[in-house]
């Protein structure tokens, strides 16, 4: 495999190899553990390494702050993933000014009302969204109101 970040230790390149590779277990896949411990950059690899071996992949990154899903965003975005490809969905009450710059057109701003919304499904698919990193708060919204639909 060959790794978009070089500085993977053993253990972050198993956990990723086996993610890609299918040997991970059943979906969904959870990296947890202290702070600092490349939880961070072991998802990001992952995550550009299953976007680049398969095709058609969708992923939700969740991450339990905002400031560790703009990370996330921003870290896809240095590993080479097209912005186009990537939805930073941002809470409804979530100022503006507090969106990194860099990640302000991966986001959807509605100047109608001031305010983050979220997205709707068709426009997901249309605009061939391939990542879409929220925070575990807005992962329930995004999941109920955007990707299930009635009677599923």
Request: glycine content about 8%.
């Amino acid at each position: 495999m060959v790794w978009f970040n070089k500085q993977l230790n053993p253990e972050q390149q198993s956990a990723v190899s086996c993610v890609v590779g299918g040997t991970a277990g059943r979906l969904p896949f959870i990296i947890w553990g202290p702070p600092g411990t490349g939880k961070t950059s072991t998802l990001v690899e992952a995550a550009a390494q299953v976007l680049r071996k398969v095709e058609g992949s969708r992923l939700l990154l969740v991450a339990p702050s905002n400031l560790a899903a703009d990370l996330l965003a921003q870290r896809l975005i240095k590993a080479g993933r097209p912005k186009s490809e990537i939805l930073r969905v941002c809470a409804f009450s979530r100022p503006r000014e507090d969106l990194p710059k860099d990640l302000e057109d991966v986001t959807l701003w509605d100047d109608s009302v001031g305010a983050f919304r979220l997205p709707e499904l068709p426009e997901v698919v249309a605009n061939r969204i391939r990542v879409v990193v929220v925070t575990a708060l807005m992962a329930g919204k995004v999941g109920k109101e955007t990707f299930v639909r009635e009677g599923m």
